[in-house]
């Protein structure tokens, strides 16, 4: 079970989450399954909540064909780009790599 509280509303949200795996019962102990599922969360967690928070991707407007897949990518490149840069703050290094249109280049190896 997920338990969510929504800080802007105080609504608590309780969700209940099915998981399928491929293992032989018996391949893996509860603990490491357990360990694996957090792991993976934790990842998909992080992940989502930048696109969300920082890119307001849930108040996005495209809404036609294969563009919102096309924007998630570019946010998801964005994202790695910065990660891979040393930044833990993705809002904090959009907001430096706006000031300057080389910054962000010069991250991708585009310009010396």
Do not use: C
């Not at 969510?4 to 949200?13: A, E, P």
């Not at 990660?83 to 706006?98: C, E, M, P, S, V």
């Amino acid at each position: 079970m997920h338990w969510r509280k929504d800080f802007t509303t105080g609504k608590l949200t309780i969700e209940r989450v099915y998981l399928i795996t491929s293992l032989p019962p018996g391949a893996a102990t509860g603990a490491q399954l357990a360990a694996w599922i957090r792991g993976h969360l934790k990842i998909e967690n992080l992940l989502h909540h930048v696109r969300d928070r920082t890119f307001r991707e849930d108040d996005s407007k495209i809404h036609i064909g294969r563009l919102p897949r096309v924007m998630a990518a570019l946010r998801n490149l964005a994202i790695g780009v910065h990660r891979q840069d040393g930044h833990a703050n993705i809002a904090a290094a959009l907001r430096h790599a706006a000031r300057d249109w080389h910054r962000p280049l010069t991250t991708l190896g585009v310009t010396g």
